[in-house]
């Protein structure tokens, strides 16, 4: 199975910092990640998928890159909701797998 | 507009059976696959199963094949998820996704429900 490592695992930033999330895939995975992010007691919601593109709705400070085996996620200037938890997500052999987590914080 | 609104979660003993069901509105629910999520207290994220839009299709992740189910009824728009010999680790919120798609290209998990809780314990 293809494992995804998601660093830092904690991030401390300030309103309109640029704060940027990398996962790793342990194979090449083309570019089958989705990232999403999630806030206490809620459900996840999509921000980005196919690595680069972003879902209807989301605004543009988001952004996705990388292909093969290096992905990030770069919010940036981070506004107050932004502080929440995000996770990239490999959605190419099932069961698709989730990276650990990166609660962002405000410092 | 799309919702999910899982339900059937609840308190039951290691070994016990629960029913998890997740109507679906506001799309064309024949026409994606549909998938469960379960996310542990305090912990990550781990897919559990999906289905493809008939029915015929089903995948379930090592942990919990042989004990759980998962099927749809499309004239009720409804998904279901059987979970039976229940495990204390098979304690978490579970949620119903709608899978993502452009055209026919996957394009991850666009709709969640709220979450049903499930809660394994003596």
């Known amino acids: 199975d293809v494992q995804m490592t998601q660093s830092p695992s904690t991030l401390s930033a300030s309103v309109g910092d640029r704060a940027t999330i990398t996962c790793r895939a342990s194979?090449?995975?083309?570019?089958?990640v989705a990232w999403y992010q999630q806030k206490p007691g809620k459900a996840p919601k999509l921000l980005i998928y196919k690595a680069s593109t972003l879902e209807s709705g989301v605004p543009s400070r988001f952004s996705g890159s990388g292909s093969g085996t290096v992905f990030t996620l770069t919010i940036s200037s981070l506004q107050p909701g932004d502080f929440a938890t995000y996770y990239c997500q490999l959605y190419n052999f099932y069961p698709y797998t989730f990276g650990q987590g990166t609660k962002l914080e405000i410092k | 507009e799309v919702q999910l609104v899982e339900s059937g979660g609840g308190v039951v003993q290691p070994g016990g059976s629960l029913r998890l069901s997740c109507a679906a509105s506001g799309f064309s629910f024949s026409d994606y696959w549909m998938h469960w999520v379960r996310q542990a207290p305090g912990t990550g994220l781990f897919c559990v199963s999906r289905?493809?839009?008939?029915?015929?299709?089903?995948n379930y992740a090592d942990s919990v094949k042989g004990r759980f189910t998962i099927s749809r009824d499309n004239a009720k728009n409804t998904l279901y998820l059987q979970m039976n010999s229940l495990r204390v680790e098979d304690t978490a919120v579970y949620y119903c996704?709608?899978?993502?798609?452009?055209?026919?290209?996957?394009?991850?998990?666009?709709?969640w429900g709220q979450g049903s809780p499930v809660a394994v314990s003596s």
């Open positions: 289905i493809n839009n008939d029915g015929r299709i089903t």
């Open positions: 996704i709608r899978g993502n798609r452009v055209g026919v290209i996957p394009a991850g998990f666009d709709f």
């Open positions: 194979q090449s995975i083309d570019s089958w």
